[in-house]
């Protein structure tokens, strides 16, 4: 199985912020790496898929970039509704794997 | 627009079995995929697997063969998740989660179903 790490686990930020989260895969996964945003008791929402791409709806203070092993989400400018658990995913092989979650706090 | 509506809470007995559904509205349900994923309580995300809306044919991760089994009734546009001989581990949150064309990311996703198992 393909394993998925994120890093930092947890951060800390104002609104305003620029926040980065990475994501590193055990093996190269091409550009098959999706962004999820869940807040809590809420299901996840699609933020970035196919490691570049915005979901429709979207804002776009959201960006993903990166492609084989090591990939990245950037928010632009933190909002208060960022304020969740981020996680990625990879899909280019089965089992679909996420990594552990980043939680991003308020500072 | 597109809407996955699942079932709500279910409270078992340990060895009891749960079935969780999950339908599908604003699309057309057999052009894509259902994939399943758990969220323990406190936990990440856990992919399950996932089912061909088209086929029928369903794919499980390791660790969910045996007693969990993914179903369709396409006439009601109706996705299953059946859990059997059920474990307090099982406690968790089950999503159903509608695979879109781009890279296989899960555009749509139900609302969750908490199961708790506890005598």
């Known amino acids: 199985d393909i394993q998925m790490t994120q890093s930092p686990s947890s951060l800390s930020a104002s609104v305003g912020d620029r926040v980065t989260i990475t994501c590193r895969a055990s093996q190269s996964i091409s550009s098959y790496l999706n962004w999820y945003q869940q807040t809590p008791g809420k299901a996840p929402k699609l933020l970035i898929y196919a490691a570049s791409s915005l979901q429709s709806g979207v804002p776009s203070r959201f960006s993903g970039s990166g492609s084989g092993t090591d990939f990245t989400l950037t928010i632009s400018s933190l909002q208060p509704e960022d304020f969740a658990t981020y996680y990625c995913?990879?899909?280019?092989?089965?089992?679909?794997?996420f990594g552990q979650g980043t939680k991003v706090e308020v500072k | 627009q597109v809407q996955l509506v699942q079932s709500g809470s279910e409270l078992r007995k340990p060895g009891a079995s749960v079935r969780v559904s999950c339908k599908a509205s604003g699309y057309s349900f057999t052009t894509y995929a259902m994939n399943w994923v758990r969220q323990a309580p406190g936990q990440g995300l856990e992919w399950m697997g996932w089912?061909?809306?088209?086929?029928?044919?369903?794919t499980y991760a390791q660790g969910f063969t045996g007693r969990f089994v993914f179903s369709l009734d396409t006439s009601v546009s109706t996705a299953y998740l059946q859990i059997s001989s059920l474990k307090p581990e099982d406690t968790a949150v089950y999503y159903c989660?509608?695979?879109?064309?781009?890279?296989?990311?899960?555009?749509?996703w139900g609302q969750g179903t908490l199961i708790t198992v506890s005598s």
């Open positions: 989660a509608r695979e879109s064309g781009s890279d296989y990311a899960s555009d749509y």
């Open positions: 089912i061909s809306t088209n086929t029928g044919n369903p």
């Open positions: 995913q990879q899909t280019y092989s089965t089992p679909q794997t």
